[in-house]
């Protein structure tokens, strides 16, 4: 089993910062990728962005490139997700995700352990 605690959600104006966090418990030893997902009311849940475990690859979603940062802190064992010029369209619950495969799989059913979500609200 793997446990997964986020933190960090809240109410900001658009154009601010938030860091989520996700502390990750467990067999954390079959974890290969972390992902950080999000859905909005009346949308699918999309991965906006993920990261190996032991560092390196990342993938993020088109609609975060050069907004969003996702980092890892193994002595922690915690991930990250910077996210900056945040807009309306952003807001959304953001789930934290772990995966026994690579980086490139993208789907939510590639993700076995799910945190219980962290809500966002970004007011235009």
């Known amino acids: 089993q793997v446990q997964l605690l986020e933190s960090g959600g809240g109410l900001v104006q658009a154009g601010d910062s938030l860091r989520l966090s996700c502390a990750v418990s467990g067999r954390t030893f079959s974890v290969y990728t972390m992902g950080w997902f999000r859905q909005a009311p009346g949308k699918e849940r999309e991965l906006v962005a993920a990261i190996r475990w032991s560092g390196g690859n990342t993938y993020y979603a088109d609609s975060v490139k050069g907004r969003f940062t996702i980092s890892r802190d193994s002595a922690k064992n915690t991930v990250y997700l910077q996210m900056n010029s945040l807009n309306a369209e952003d807001t959304a619950v953001y789930y934290c995700?772990?995966?026994?495969?690579?980086?490139?799989?993208?789907?939510?059913?590639?993700?076995?352990?799910w945190g219980q979500g962290t809500q966002v609200t970004v007011s235009s």
């Open positions: 995700a772990t995966s026994p495969r690579a980086v490139g799989a993208r789907a939510q059913g590639a993700y076995d352990y």
